[in-house]
DNA sequence: ACATTACGATACTATACGTTCCGTTATTGA
DNA sequence: TCAATAACGGAACGTATAGTATCGTAATGT
């Protein structure tokens, strides 16, 4: 039931790597169920069935441990089919399925509202947010690259058109966020609304 | 310095209406501040300078409060210039102006990250965010109507893949949000982004 | 004037947080 | 085998803050 750890040669006790991933999982448990500043310290610990110092002995408040408990959450996966169209679509359907099976739709966007009016937050959360969005625009630029995108194109409000309507579901609408939808989307985003 | 509203004919001194108003307009300022969960009936009240049985007197909680005092934000006005691509822009221009002038800009995550995880407020909210959107649908389909779209437009989706780029630098990379963005996200969504 | 109601301020009570301490348990090294 | 060490879960501590109740004062109508 024990820990499996190396201490480095120390002696002691070490510690228990069960108990390190049983208060992640608590972790995004709660994030999913009450928010981020809902999330106290004490739910975690009952959560995970572990003592409160145990989560202090590992870290020193909970924004750290929000955001490791945040990157263990699977995310866009690169995709090269030979076609934008369906390497968008592959990717983002597959993204779609995480959003089905693991609770990062509901703690994307708690995460999302407090970093508006948490600087440290932000700070720590921006530049994971933004290398999550990479492989998308490197799937557009595959796209220029090949030619089926025209050369001067503005890369980041690309990738923002793209996933815009899964934004606007998973934070207004709320609706569900089936992978049949990605279709539709992408060849409307890259097709356009206009007559053609 | 006293309210000035008729009381019905009831004896008493009456409600002050400038208290009403102070207590709705630091709602909204500490929205933006701390965020929904965050905020606190004690700290609207020291906001407004009003004693905390002057805002329980009026609402039960701060859940109808804070419904209230979003309610008085500016929200999207229609526009109709002739064309989809001049109606779309107009409306985008103008509101994002309004993101820029108000605090909505912060109040909007905030309460959408906390939709995701009470059923309360996603409840009070989901009709009043619908609302929001209509008069986009309503551009986009007098658009239809006007031929400049195709009659079988998915109208929700496309709604969502004209605001998706504003929605997604809101919540994610919380950027500036300059209404000259408006012009190219406009045409972008009406002419996709394939090569023609 | 007098009754009535709202006002701002403050005292009160209960809950719940973060922190620290404690006896126990697991591991290392002599 | 047995001390030394460090992490373990649980519990106790002090603090902060929520919501409620109460107080004296101010502003109305009769």
Redesign the pocket.
């Known amino acids: 039931?024990?820990?499996?750890g190396?201490?480095g040669?120390?002696?002691?006790?070490?510690?228990?790597e069960e108990?390190?991933q049983?208060i992640l999982d608590a972790t995004v448990e709660l994030l999913a169920e009450v928010g981020f500043s809902a999330l106290?310290?004490?739910?975690v610990a009952q959560r995970?069935?572990?003592?409160?110092?145990?989560i202090?002995?590992?870290w020193p408040?909970?924004l750290p441990l929000v955001v490791e408990a945040f990157g263990g959450l699977p995310r866009l996966e690169e995709v090269d089919m030979g076609d934008v169209a369906s390497d968008l679509k592959a990717m983002l359907r597959s993204y779609l399925q995480i959003f089905n099976t693991t609770p990062l739709a509901t703690i994307l966007p708690s995460l999302a509202g407090e970093r508006a009016h948490n600087d440290a937050l932000s700070e720590l959360f921006d530049p994971v947010l933004k290398g999550r969005r990479r492989p998308l625009t490197v799937a557009l630029e595959r796209g220029v690259e090949r030619g089926e995108l025209p050369a001067g194109l503005d890369l980041e409000l690309a990738a923002d058109l793209v996933v815009g309507p899964i934004a606007v579901k998973l934070f207004f609408t709320g609706g569900k966020l089936s992978p049949r939808m990605v279709g539709p989307m992408v060849d409307m985003a890259l097709a356009g609304l206009a007559k053609s």
Not at 1 to 4: D, E, I, R, T, V
Not at 40 to 43: A, L, M
Not at 48 to 54: C, W
Request: net charge positive; proline share 3%.
């Open positions: 039931m024990a820990g499996s190396s201490n040669g120390s002696a002691g006790r070490p510690r228990s108990a390190h049983a106290t310290v004490e739910g995970a069935g572990v003592g409160k110092a145990t202090y002995r590992r408040s909970k």
